[in-house]
């Protein structure tokens, strides 16, 4: 075992952190870890039937008793994980005899009450210790580290009790309600079948929680561990002195490398022998003569070239086109034509084609039935301008009609003068938004209306009329003041000036 | 040479000033003893309202169910919101909730987390809350995914550096990381036995150039002169 190959974080942690890395350390090695607790547990949950048939209640009691036994496996499955090397399946099957039955006897008595042993086993499993020296080793570890172990044989006890229960609720939850009933009943009389299937819940929750806890357990030993002899900061002393190593034989080979450049570029070796032999091959070819050389100066400059650093080839590949290559290559051998392959070939390009005239059918149905209204609704909605709003209400605004103000006049003359004036004024403002562009927004009130004329009409006449037909609507509307009957004739003469030329739907 | 990622329960963030945080997840065990604590200062502030109120007969009944509500839904969330991310029983185990990027929680990630304790609770005791937080690299159970938080260890206080007087040398060039080592080697020689910390000395002996104990006191006078000591 060796610190720089684990593959664990090794750092100071609290005991709850360390409990933690156990339940990741089941996480990493799901696979390896359950392989390893199943191996030994299934063969032993069915053998525990077989022997106790009948006496179906006391296959939970037995399970639990021999707990012990059953963590050796997943524990000696990480404790060769962690330090890189996890066991093959033939190599765990040669160790687990010796593994499940050493020290036994102690294991399963009076052991088997120590609420710490998920803490305390490592110790006589994997460091092998038994009698006097375990105990010492134990004394050595102490008591902080023994206290958490404790709790977390708590936390696990409840935690196993507590996924029992979930999973037995589970199952009963997913179960019809006619079968419930039944189902129910099946545990009330302590039936076989109840007993039966309580069994393989409680198995279940154990398989669960056992291996986390053994895991947990090694952490804990583990921290411990790395507290008592600071393994932490042996791995840190190691990679410093690495660093400091480093440079130093660095600097030693520059110096040779400085003696073998001035070797290199000297006269004695003639190029012209190169010179028709790619840059690798001549680099080959030198430290080939440099390794045969006798003076030891040269054979450590060989040495130094050989480095990857100071190689001036490198392999690289890529993808190129296939047109790229010579064609130097013999065609394929011609395909061994056989029946089989040939119908089946057949009836392949069959299917196909058989696909590819469906895809058509279907795109021509789409094309005669759904396109043309598709098409006609597509221009339908780029066509309609979107709809201009009359003031205050949410209609859409039409051209005023052209005798709208001799229609308007009518009503003066019948006595509804407000009802002249509004028609003129709505009339007015529809001109606007069709004649002129300007449509009047909904939430406009009148002032904002003249601002938006003043701003946007041209024609000053026009500003002028809108201003006086404006002060008008608003007198009669809002102080119930109708204007003189000169000025109503006048507004009613002129409207058909401004808004009654022939008005064209902007398009 | 890459270095293998090593196992750990540490989940590394970087801030947008180019920080790297770690924050140590905190598992099972701790948060399931955090959780019973608390679940104990409930019961007795329950209990204990129960007594007082039994003097009111009905009306007092009604009242205690109404705080019986509370509790139950309100009290892990205040307390996460108000006292620092802990409820009582999380600040016994060293806990604290933050928010995924490390930031403190507010209301909304408090609430939804211990809302969805119902979910977590399914199928019964907890049945679904466990299963996630094994499954989950950081721990996290059903609510804490729906909110968006982490449950993590709290750093212990920094403490001041207690070293034993002596002597004070420069020590040679060396990274942040090497000197907080020294001191860490320094700091803790009070619980490694003598043989082990010249063992330990003595890999850094193409460093200090010394062996044994020799080698111990010398990182004992770097660590001084690192500690602030340059007399």
């Avoid at chain 1, 036994?69 to 524990?75: C, I, M, V, Y």
Wanted: hydrophobic fraction near 50%.
């Amino acid at each position: 075992m060796s610190l720089e190959s684990a593959t664990v974080a090794l750092r100071l942690r609290n005991p709850w952190e360390a409990t933690d890395l156990g339940v990741a350390m089941v996480r990493h090695w799901i696979g390896p870890v359950y392989g390893a607790w199943f191996t030994v547990a299934l063969p032993l949950f069915l053998l525990l039937h077989l022997l106790c048939w009948g006496n179906w209640w006391l296959i939970p009691w037995l399970l639990w008793w021999l707990k012990p036994w059953l963590d050796r496996a997943p524990l000696y499955l990480l404790g060769h994980a962690l330090f890189g090397d996890p066991p093959s399946r033939r190599q765990f099957r040669r160790e687990l005899p010796r593994l499940l039955f050493r020290q036994l006897i102690a294991a399963l008595t009076w052991r088997r009450f120590d609420l710490a042993r998920s803490f305390v086993l490592p110790v006589s499993q994997l460091e092998g210790l038994s009698g006097k020296a375990r105990r010492q080793r134990l004394r050595d570890l102490g008591q902080p580290g023994r206290g958490p172990a404790v709790w977390l044989t708590l936390v696990c006890a409840n935690v196993e009790a507590a996924l029992d229960f979930a999973l037995l609720m589970l199952v009963w939850l997913l179960i019809p309600d006619v079968v419930a009933l039944e189902f129910g009943d099946l545990l009330d009389d302590g039936s076989a079948w109840g007993q039966l299937w309580l069994n393989i819940i409680g198995f279940c929750g154990m398989s669960l929680v056992e291996p986390c806890y053994v895991a947990a357990g090694f952490a804990l030993y583990l921290n411990r561990r790395t507290r008592l002899e600071a393994w932490d900061l042996e791995l840190g002393f190691r990679r410093m002195a690495a660093r400091w190593a480093g440079p130093g034989r660095t600097v030693a080979r520059l110096a040779v490398l400085v003696v073998g450049l001035s070797l290199l570029t000297a006269p004695g070796m003639s190029r012209a022998d190169h010179d028709e032999l790619s840059l690798c091959e001549q680099r080959r070819v030198r430290e080939a003569e440099l390794a045969q050389s006798p003076s030891p100066v040269k054979q450590a400059l060989e040495e130094v070239l050989r480095e990857p650093p100071l190689q001036p080839c490198e392999w690289r590949q890529r993808w190129r086109f296939r047109e790229d290559e010579p064609s130097g290559a013999a065609p394929e051998p011609p395909f061994r034509h056989d029946l089989l392959a040939q119908w089946f070939a057949g009836a392949v390009e069959m299917l196909l084609w058989f696909a590819f005239g469906l895809f058509l059918a279907v795109v021509g149905w789409w094309a005669l039935r759904k396109a043309p209204r598709a098409l006609a609704r597509i221009r339908r909605r780029s066509i309609q301008p979107s709809p201009l709003l009359a003031q205050g209400r949410y209609e859409a605004i039409s051209p005023p009609s052209a005798d709208l103000a001799d229609e308007a006049w009518r009503l003066w003359i019948a006595g509804q003068s407000r009802e002249a004036v509004r028609m003129l004024y709505q009339g007015s403002l529809a001109g606007l938004a069709t004649h002129y562009r300007l449509p009047t927004p909904a939430s406009a009130t009148e002032e904002d209306c003249l601002r938006l004329a003043a701003r946007h009409l041209a024609d000053p006449e026009l500003r002028d009329f809108f201003h006086r037909l404006t002060r008008s609507w608003q007198a009669v509307a809002y102080a119930h003041r109708p204007p003189d009957a000169a000025v109503a004739q006048t507004l009613c003469q002129q409207w058909p000036r401004y808004f009654a030329v022939g008005g064209e739907w902007p398009a | 040479m890459p270095e293998p990622a090593l196992l750990d329960t540490v989940r590394q963030i970087e801030t947008p000033e180019g920080i790297t945080l770690s924050l140590r997840a905190a598992g099972p065990v701790a948060r399931a003893l955090a959780w019973s604590i608390d679940l104990l200062i409930q019961c007795m502030a329950l209990l204990a309202l129960l007594i007082a109120l039994a003097t009111l007969s009905q009306g007092g009944f009604g009242v205690w169910l109404i705080a019986l509500f509370l509790t139950e839904w309100l009290y892990p969330a205040l307390f996460e919101v108000y006292a620092g991310g802990a409820t009582p029983g999380k600040k016994a185990l060293g806990l604290m909730v933050v928010h995924a990027n490390g930031t403190p929680v507010g209301w909304s990630a408090a609430l939804i987390r211990n809302l969805l304790r119902a979910a977590d609770f399914l199928p019964v005791l907890y049945g679904f809350g466990m299963v996630a937080m094994f499954s989950n690299r950081d721990f996290q159970r059903l609510g804490d995914l729906a909110a968006g938080t982490l449950v993590i260890y709290r750093d212990p206080p920094i403490l001041a550096l207690t070293l034993l007087p002596g002597p004070a040398l420069p020590p040679p060039s060396l990274s942040l990381a090497e000197q907080q080592l020294i001191i860490d080697f320094v700091e803790r020689s009070t619980i490694l036995n003598p043989a082990r910390q010249a063992e330990l000395a003595e890999l850094l002996t193409g460093f200090t150039r010394l062996t044994g104990m020799a080698g111990v006191e010398r990182l004992q006078a770097y660590a001084r002169w690192l500690a602030g000591d340059h007399s």
